[in-house]
């Protein structure tokens, strides 16, 4: 999205949208794309070496790394669907007269 935004042939023109919101929302996904790379790198080289030291058996370290990623993917799942939701949050505050219920970023 930068680089079309910036330097493309046909760049995105300015007036056609806020661009503040839409560079945030890249910045936070590549911050969490950053998180979830180096999270599965500490898990799977802590199953490593726990194998290698003989710590546990090979096939725990492997089922702990599996399990490992997979909540490493589930709490970013949750963190980007709360931020998804974060402006319904913010439209229907506790003081808001629009007619619409406040809805549950988590649950939505």
Request: charged content about 20%.
């Amino acid at each position: 999205m930068r680089q079309r935004i910036k330097k493309a042939k046909r760049p995105l023109p300015v007036y056609a949208f806020d661009q503040a919101p839409v560079l945030s929302a890249v910045d936070r996904a590549l911050a969490r794309r950053r998180r979830r790379i180096s999270g599965i790198v500490a898990v799977a080289g802590v199953a490593a070496i726990s194998a290698g030291l003989g710590a546990v058996e090979p096939w725990w370290a492997l089922v702990a790394a599996l399990v490992g990623v997979w909540a490493l993917f589930l709490g970013d799942r949750v963190v980007a669907q709360q931020q998804l939701n974060a402006p319904c949050w913010r439209a229907c505050s506790p003081g808001c007269r629009c007619g619409r219920r406040r809805r549950s970023a988590v649950f939505a």
